[in-house]
C-alpha cells in the first residue's frame, strides 16, 4: 500500500518543518499515487492553513521518511 508523504513547513517560521503522511485507502500503483495525488495534497493543504506544502512524493505505507 501507498501513501502521499507531503513535506510541510509553518507558514510564520519556515525553518520549521516535518513531513505528515496520507495513506491511500486503495492499492494503487506507484504511477497511479503520482496522478491521483494532487486532489489530496490540496485538502490537506486547505485544512492546515498554517502550514505550507513545500514538495510531496508518494511512498510505501510503512516506509520511513528519510
Known sequence: M???VISVCLVTDPSICR???IPLA???SPNQCAKS????????NGE??????VRWR???ADEKDI
Do not use: F, K, S
Open 2 to 4: 501507498l501513501a502521499i
Open 19 to 21: 513531513n505528515e503522511r
Open 26 to 28: 486503495i492499492n494503487v
Open 37 to 44: 495525488a494532487a486532489p489530496y495534497v490540496a485538502q490537506w
Open 48 to 53: 492546515h492553513p498554517d502550514w505550507r506544502v
Open 58 to 60: 508518494c511512498a510505501g
